[in-house]
């Protein structure tokens, strides 16, 4: 079992940065992947960022490209997102996901552990 928990969310002003971060605990030895999810009211969860464990790999998002950027810390079993230029439409409920089986990073359904979310809101 991984448990995953997020912090780093709130409230901020167009154009402003944000920093989330996801700790894992856990069989974190078997991480192979992790990203991060967003949901807005009424709207389909949706991908932003993932990034294997070994660093190899990352996937963004054509939205997020060129503002955001997902890292990891192996040591500490965390993966972070910084999210930069931020905007209204990037308001949302950010999920942390972690999977310990490799393949595409892209795909809501190949992740089968999640954290409990964390509030983004961008005023503008």
């Known amino acids: 079992q991984v448990q995953l928990v997020e912090s780093g969310g709130g409230l901020v002003q167009t154009g402003g940065s944000l920093r989330l971060s996801c700790a894992a605990s856990?069989?974190?030895?078997?991480?192979?992947?992790m990203a991060w999810f967003r949901q807005a009211p009424g709207k389909e969860r949706e991908f932003v960022a993932a990034?294997?464990?070994?660093?190899?790999?990352?996937n963004y998002a054509d939205s997020v490209k060129g503002r955001f950027t997902i890292s990891r810390d192996n040591a500490k079993n965390t993966v972070d997102l910084q999210m930069n230029s931020l905007k209204p439409e990037d308001t949302a409920v950010y999920y942390c996901?972690?999977?310990?089986?490799?393949?595409?990073?892209?795909?809501?359904?190949?992740?089968?552990?999640w954290g409990q979310g964390t509030q983004v809101t961008v005023s503008s």
């Open positions: 996901a972690a999977d310990l089986s490799p393949g595409i990073i892209y795909l809501r359904g190949r992740y089968g552990y």
């Open positions: 856990g069989r974190t030895f078997s991480i192979l992947k």
């Open positions: 990034v294997t464990w070994n660093g190899a790999t990352t």
